[in-house]
């Protein structure tokens, strides 16, 4: 299972690896399996050379290119998530995750479930004490988001349903809930049932007007502290002599929008 504690210095059969080449940032990211190999355009190494070395070892292929073995992180295996849409992307996941509190223990709902990306951080952070309810409009979407939590062994700490969120949610006072959908002003109301008082709501859109649409019904809707953010990510090149940033960086992928759902007021009495 990928949450499996690494106490144990050393790899074992079953493992996720990450061989990752010396410089450069490509890597491969497999489970250890016992007469396996590896085979890459770098070379083939075979599992059974990789099992039973410590952590960050270094090994060459048969060509004698050299790779570090290393336990994948979290980011890593969402990069690698096997996609038919585009995924959120570990930068804005990892804020989402703070902003709307979630750790072992939390009731979370989202929608959609996409490939699974989201929903993979998610089942990760809860643990086994929370709980994930992820909704999808389509079939061909939520088979493929099953079959990437299953790869990980996180699919038991995910409750999916087939199911258009304009009808409401099933769930009622949940911790949190999450909307990557094109129109999440559209259901604000069905938002406000489902989560409990003073939960937490987020949403991902791609566009400035989608934004001042949710903001809007947000605050129509009795929602406070309503926030909106843009996470820009930019690398340097860790050379000593000449550091500087990166030729590329990952700038605008949406814009998050986060609040809180509060009780209405009634207007101060007229002096």
């Not at 493992?15 to 890597?27: C, K, N, S």
Request: net charge positive; no cysteine.
């Amino acid at each position: 299972m990928l949450q499996r504690p690494l106490r144990d210095p050393h790899t074992r059969p079953g493992d996720w690896v990450q061989l990752t080449q010396v410089q450069g940032r490509r890597f491969f990211l497999f489970r250890l399996t016992p007469g396996e190999q590896l085979h890459t355009h770098k070379g083939i190494i075979a599992h059974d050379a990789l099992i039973g070395i410590p952590w960050g070892s270094r090994v060459t292929t048969h060509l004698g290119v050299p790779f570090y073995v290393l336990p994948p992180s979290l980011s890593d295996i969402l990069r690698e998530t096997k996609r038919r849409t585009q995924i959120l992307f570990p930068k804005d996941i990892g804020y989402i995750l703070l902003r709307l509190s979630v750790g072992p223990g939390t009731h979370i709902i989202e929608a959609g479930t996409g490939s699974g990306a989201l929903t993979t951080a998610l089942a990760y952070a809860v643990g086994e004490q929370g709980r994930v309810y992820s909704y999808e409009r389509r079939p061909e979407m939520q088979a493929l988001a099953r079959q990437n939590l299953a790869l990980w062994g996180l699919e038991g700490r995910v409750t999916f349903h087939l199911h258009d969120i304009a009808e409401g949610f099933f769930e009622r006072g949940v911790d949190a809930l999450f909307l990557d959908v094109p129109t999440p002003e559209a259901y604000v109301a069905q938002v406000r049932a489902a989560l409990r008082p003073g939960g937490f709501f987020g949403a991902l859109v791609p566009t400035t007007n989608q934004v001042s649409r949710l903001v809007a019904a947000l605050a129509a809707a009795h929602f406070a502290f309503i926030e909106v953010a843009e996470i820009l990510l930019r690398f340097y090149k860790p050379v000593p002599e000449r550091l500087r940033p990166t030729d590329r960086m990952v700038a605008h992928t949406g814009y998050l929008i986060f609040a809180r759902p509060v009780e209405p007021t009634a207007p101060p009495e007229p002096q």
